[in-house]
């Protein structure tokens, strides 16, 4: 249990120190990070957002690395880039989950939309 709270805090902190980059927590922040901090970060996000929540649903360890996975696949499509990591995150467990392909993609096209409209990944 001490090792899971260590593995958050530190997660937390890289997040918070990687939060001051010009990019954000998109795709290009995505693809600098290395695999231990993408597994870190999907489970202190998956954490905090349960915690906020009221809930206790953790990831296990190989859950976290199919969201890294899913990740490294939605970032490495370039017009998927500039979409921020927390609206990744919702889509890939929506692949995860089992959406449909036509949700899937019309949820895609709008998070590709919004992130041009806010003018994302254009600093």
Do not use: Q
């Given at each position: ?57 953790y ?17 490495n ?14 889509y ?17 096209d ?14």
């Amino acid at each position: 249990m001490k090792k899971l709270f260590a593995i958050l805090a530190i997660a937390i902190t890289c997040a918070v120190a990687s939060a001051s980059t010009s990019h954000g927590h998109d795709g290009v922040w995505w693809h600098t990070k290395s695999p231990e901090f993408k597994e870190a970060f999907i489970i202190g996000y998956k954490a905090g957002t349960a915690n906020a929540s009221g809930g206790h649903n953790y990831l296990s360890a190989s859950t976290a690395l199919r969201y890294v996975d899913g990740l490294n696949s939605f970032y490495n499509n370039f017009r998927n880039t500039n979409i921020h990591v927390e609206d990744a995150i919702v889509y890939v467990k929506d692949e995860i989950d089992g959406k449909d392909s036509d949700t899937l993609a019309a949820e895609l096209d709008t998070m590709r939309k919004n992130a041009t409209a806010a003018g994302y990944g254009t600093e």
